[in-house]
């Protein structure tokens, strides 16, 4: 296990690659682990000669868990947020997005090409508002710029991600059940993976960390987190923007409002994509991704 204390926190992560090649950073959604980039789409990046780096967001997997801070108030943190209040969280996306720099300065890696999904799509787009210096290039999937107007997920998506599982210590089979729910109301409806395929990796997941608060303060940042459409008119940096037709819970709506407030943004839209990005995909999520590269 590879553990680096960066940003005053401990993150874990791993590479793979030479480290002559181009470094890549993955970062990871809500909730979830950096095992959400599999190995065989790993492999192909580091074929086209990348060096990737995944790592575990703070408060999940194997990185810091923040406990002590409990599970936050959601209700009050909305009213905080509409009354124009900076809502008060555990920690923000730009923390998140700091250990994403402190961990590179680890790694010796001056720039880098950056890539996140959902909420790690909003975490990459923030290192390149707020260190643009060390971004070579921006991938964001399956995301949004925090505009407050944009269509919400459809109320399926948002009861599959947001209702309460069973504990996995007491009931693992009622857990993975909810996990199996979940996936497939977000899936991609073009690239079905086999209900047997989703319960091995949760069980993996499982297995390897459960941390079920640090979804409730990870979800907290996301709420939290400001409109960046305004920062990203001002980048300078090549990015991609690839989202999912059918994506249910962060609609594609997301996706073209990013691409059209970012003047270096190219927008890939996939048609039969969901909220995830199945085996299906994987070489046209790697192609989006090296489009912005070429372009560094």
């Not at 090649?21 to 192909?44: C, E, H, M, N, Y």
């Not at 943004?265 to 199945?278: F, K, R, S, T, V």
Request: aromatic share 4%.
């Amino acid at each position: 296990m590879t553990i680096a204390n960066v940003n005053g926190i401990d993150i874990y992560y791993d590479v793979t690659g030479p480290e002559t090649a181009k470094p890549l950073l993955l970062i990871s959604g809500v909730g979830t682990q950096s095992t959400r980039w599999p190995d065989d789409f790993v492999a192909p990046l580091v074929d086209r000669g990348y060096r990737v780096i995944r790592m575990d967001n703070r408060d999940i997997g194997l990185s810091q868990k923040f406990t002590e801070f409990g599970v936050p108030d959601f209700k009050a943190l909305l009213a905080q947020k509409a009354s124009g209040a900076v809502p008060d969280t555990p920690y923000t996306l730009s923390d998140m997005a700091a250990d994403g720099i402190a961990l590179l300065d680890h790694l010796n890696i001056d720039k880098a090409h950056i890539c996140g999904a959902s909420m790690g799509g909003m975490i990459v787009q923030l290192m390149a508002i707020e260190h643009p210096e060390r971004i070579l290039s921006v991938t964001s999937i399956m995301s949004n710029t925090g505009n407050p107007d944009l269509p919400r997920a459809t109320d399926e998506a948002m009861a599959a991600l947001t209702a309460p599982r069973p504990d996995a210590t007491v009931d693992r089979e009622g857990f993975l059940a909810s996990v199996i729910h979940t996936a497939k109301v977000i899936g991609s409806p073009a690239h079905p993976i086999a209900e047997e395929d989703i319960r091995a990796g949760a069980e993996r997941d499982l297995d390897r960390s459960y941390h079920p608060t640090g979804f409730s303060r990870q979800y907290a940042a996301i709420l939290a987190t400001r409109d960046r459409r305004e920062e990203l008119k001002k980048l300078t940096i090549p990015m991609a923007v690839i989202h999912g037709v059918q994506d249910p819970l962060v609609p594609v709506h997301g996706g073209r409002d990013t691409a059209a407030n970012c003047p270096t943004a190219e927008l890939i839209e996939i048609d039969g994509m969901g909220h995830n990005i199945p085996p299906g995909i994987y070489d046209q999520v790697i192609d989006g991704i090296e489009r912005a590269t070429l372009r560094a």
